[in-house]
């Protein structure tokens, strides 16, 4: 089962660029892909709702980069958090 999600960003003052969208995007993919029972995640079915702006954004393709970024954020996050 090929499997998306939608993600509606709600802002008034700042809309999102091209690249925040994009890792926007990127952390929606991950989370879907760790739903049971997803055995593919389709990036064109996985999109960023920029409510206000009303721009609609697609997941990249690929975003092995930006994977990566996020997973750092994350450890540095756990790291700090700890501490």
Not at 39 to 68: E, I, K, M, N, W
Not at 73 to 82: K, L, N
Request: with cysteine.
């Amino acid at each position: 089962m090929i499997v998306g999600a939608v993600k509606l960003f709600f802002s008034k003052t700042a809309a999102l660029n091209d690249e925040r969208s994009r890792y926007a995007g990127a952390i929606l993919q991950m989370a879907v892909e760790g739903l049971k029972g997803a055995q593919g995640v389709g990036h064109r079915l996985c999109l960023v709702l920029d409510v206000f702006a009303g721009r609609l954004h697609q997941a990249p393709r690929t975003s092995r980069r930006r994977r990566q970024d996020v997973e750092a954020a994350c450890s540095e996050i756990e790291t700090m958090w700890s501490a």
